[in-house]
C-alpha cells in the first residue's frame, strides 16, 4: 500500500509470554520502514534511543501530489531527535542486485544486526519460506543488508 500512496503499519511483538499483538506508543524497540515519511509517520512508536531503520526514500502522498502538501526536506534529523536512525539504501541495492522486491529482505538484514538470533536461523528462516528459485537472491540481500551497519 505505501507505494501506491497509502500506508500499512505492522506490529511484531515476540518473547517468552505476549500478551498482545499491538504495541503500546512510545514502547518499540525498533522501527524499520520501507520509506522515510513512513517512519516519521510511525516514530512516536518508538521508546526513546530505539532504533529506526529506514529506506532512503521518498514516495510523495497524494497531498503532496496534488500540491497541498510539501514532503518534509529534514525528516532524518527529525528522526534523529528521539531515536538512533540508520538510513539504508536498501531499494538501491536491491536493483544493484537484480531485484527491487528484495528491499524487505535487505532490510531485514539490517534489522538481524540487532536482534539475538543466530544468522543461521534468519538463513534457514528465508529457505523455508522463499520459492526456491529467489532463496539464493534473497539470502545474498539478507547478507547484504546485515553487513551494511554495524550496530552495537
Known amino acids: 500500500m505505501a507505494q501506491r500512496g497509502g500506508t500499512v503499519i505492522t506490529h511484531v511483538k515476540y518473547g517468552s509470554k ?6 503500546v506508543e ?3 524497540d525498533f522501527l524499520l520502514a520501507f520509506e522515510k515519511l513512513e517512519a516519521l ?15 532512503d ?5 497524494m497531498s503532496v ?7 518534509p526536506a529534514d525528516i532524518p534529523k527529525q528522526l534523529k531527535k528521539h531515536c538512533r536512525l540508520y538510513l539504508v539504501e536498501a531499494e538501491k ?12 529482505i535487505v532490510l531485514l538484514g539490517v534489522l538481524a544486526r540487532v536482534l539475538q538470533f543466530q544468522n543461521n536461523s534468519w538463513e534457514q528462516a528465508i529457505r523455508s519460506n522463499v520459492k526456491t528459485r529467489y ?4 539470502i545474498s540481500a539478507f547478507r547484504r543488508g546485515r553487513d551494511l551497519v554495524s550496530i552495537p
Do not use: C, F
Open 65 to 71: 501530489l496534488i500540491g497541498a502538501a510539501a514532503y
Open 135 to 138: 532463496v539464493d537472491l534473497n
Open 18 to 23: 505476549v500478551y498482545s499483538p499491538l504495541i
Open 57 to 61: 526514500r521518498e514516495i510523495p502522498p
Open 41 to 55: 509517520r510511525y516514530s512516536h512508536y518508538l521508546k526513546n534511543n530505539g532504533i529506526a531503520m529506514v529506506n
Open 93 to 104: 541495492i536491491a536493483l544493484e542486485m537484480g531485484n527491487v522486491r528484495v528491499v524487505n
Open 26 to 28: 512510545g514502547t518499540a
